[in-house]
């Protein structure tokens, strides 16, 4: 099981691959596996945006909720066991960032 990232431009066509393709600004492939392990450590009845990601589904952030989901970084860290959790919730802040200072964009949670 794994999460993958990619941040678009506007709100990405989850059943149009083609279409949603054209939006695409940026993605993390390589960390999914660690990134699912590090927010498993979050519980659903925990308040913020992190806890709500799909882990089998999808999953996607307009920029409000990836800067409010930025503040929750640290906190995530905190709960990270291994260095590739680590990396993996350093990937996901960069990529929070930047959706939060795009207008119109949407970082898409893509679970397994």
């Known amino acids: 099981m794994g999460i993958e990232l990619e941040l678009h431009s506007v709100r ?3 059943r149009n691959y ?11 492939y390589e ?19 992190l ?13 409000q909720e990836a800067e409010v989901a930025l503040g929750e970084i640290p906190g995530l860290l905190k709960r990270c066991t291994s260095e ?17 200072t795009t207008p119109g964009s949407y970082l898409w949670f893509i679970g397994d």
């Open 84 to 100: 590739w959790q680590k990396a993996a919730v350093a990937d996901l802040a960069s990529l929070l960032k930047s959706c939060a």
């Open 18 to 28: 083609e279409k949603s393709r054209a939006s695409l600004l940026r993605a993390s």
């Open 12 to 14: 990405p066509a989850r």
């Open 31 to 49: 960390h999914g596996e660690a990134l699912a392990a590090a927010l498993a450590n979050l519980d659903v009845r925990e308040p913020g945006r």
């Open 51 to 63: 806890p709500q990601v799909d882990p089998y589904g999808d999953t996607q952030f307009n920029e």
